[in-house]
């Protein structure tokens, strides 16, 4: 049974972090390109960042470089988004997904290419 569930969502005050995880099972991480992605109200779904298991390369969205690190520990086949320093811009759902057709990230992800997400969980930054 494939899953990949996500965790770490909720409400926090503009400024604060918050660490985002997605578990797999059924699948190992170490094998794909791994990307986290976002949807705003009133946006399209957008790659936030992309994490490579071919080299470990690392990409991001311009907005949240620098606030925003990926990383995964492949023991626990689970892939994380820390988000520090954070907007109001970044209210959004997040979601964790996995491309299986490869193992390089070419840029932050493009959603048609990822076959494996997470169900989203809901980021709100506001005072």
């Known amino acids: 049974q494939v899953q990949f569930v996500e965790s770490g969502g909720g409400l926090v005050q503009p400024g604060g972090s918050l660490r985002l995880s997605c578990a797999a099972s059924?699948?190992?991480?170490?094998?794909?390109?791994i990307g986290w992605f976002r949807q705003a109200p009133g946006k399209e779904r957008e790659g936030v960042s992309c994490?490579?298991?071919?080299?470990?390369?690392?990409f991001y969205e311009d907005s949240v470089k620098g606030r925003f690190t990926i990383s995964k520990d492949n023991a626990k086949n689970t892939v994380y988004l820390q988000m520090n320093s954070l907007k109001p811009e970044d209210t959004a759902v997040y979601y964790c997904a996995a491309n299986l057709m490869r193992r390089q990230c070419t840029g932050t992800g493009i959603q048609y290419e990822y076959d494996y997400w997470g169900q989203g969980t809901q980021v709100t930054v506001s005072s």
């Open positions: 994490i490579s298991s071919s080299d470990g390369s690392t």
């Open positions: 059924g699948f190992f991480l170490d094998y794909y390109a």
